[in-house]
């Protein structure tokens, strides 16, 4: 059965599928030999597809992981001057990718897979999975301008969705809240907090969809059984 060049590279584990249109359109990608310069090229199961010179794995079985990704660690498989999750993670562990990003200064709950394409599809808004966090603020709490954000507001020209917002506690000025979206742009909670005037001192991913961070330790990762995976993605995905 054919299928598109860059979901075959994201399937083997190798980058996104966004990634893989990118290495095609710097011309990094040879099909039977013949340097790709279309994403939209359909190849056959034995068709021969290197990147720079070197054979495309076969795609694997479909995994998932779940990872508590500490501060100070950045989402990107390279950087010349921070450490990256992917140096951090345990030895034995197989290429992957993160499903969406946590920033530097966010921790908490990061899904890792070996299919790129199961990445771009747990990414998508239309899945209706809401990320759940736990977000610690400082300033002055108004209920009003925290029930502003429930419909969703344009910051800077951007739109962001509308979010669930629960006080947990308070001491002085600073707040615990859980904050509950389901779009997960960039840096989303610190610029919606910051246009109400608070400042966040620490956020903490607690789930993704129905995949939960529980009682993980910082730096510690937990695949999901097939079974599973099988349970929560069938309907969505083909493993």
């Known amino acids: 059965m054919s299928e598109r060049i860059a979901k075959l590279i994201a399937r083997s584990g190798v980058c996104s599928r966004r990634d893989a249109e990118k290495l095609i359109l710097q011309k990094r990608i040879t099909l039977n030999d013949e340097t790709v310069i279309s994403p939209a090229t359909n190849v056959e199961p034995t068709d021969n597809i290197k990147i720079d010179g070197e054979k495309l794995p076969s795609p694997e079985q479909t995994r998932l992981w779940l990872y508590y990704k500490p501060v100070g660690l950045i989402t990107s498989h390279k950087d010349s001057s921070r450490k990256t999750v992917f140096e951090s993670l345990p030895e034995g562990m197989p290429r992957v990718i993160s499903v969406g990003r946590l ?23 239309q899945n209706g999975w809401s990320r759940r966090y736990k977000v610690k603020v400082h300033g002055l709490i108004k209920k009003e ?14 739109d962001y969705g509308a979010v669930k917002i629960v006080i947990n506690s308070t001491q002085g000025t600073n707040t615990w809240l859980t904050i509950t979206l389901n779009e997960g742009k960039n840096r989303e909670i610190r610029k919606l907090m910051q246009y109400i005037g608070l400042e966040v001192a620490r956020l903490i991913r607690l789930s993704y969809g129905p995949f939960q961070l529980g009682n993980l330790q910082k730096g510690e990762v937990k695949e999901v059984s097939q079974k599973v995976l099988r349970e929560q993605l069938g309907s969505k995905f083909e493993l």
């Open 145 to 158: 301008k925290l029930e502003s954000l429930e419909n969703g507001v344009t910051i800077d020209g951007i």
């Open 103 to 125: 920033d530097l200064n966010s921790e908490g709950l990061l899904l890792l897979t070996n299919n790129g394409e199961l990445s771009r599809m747990l990414e998508l808004p």
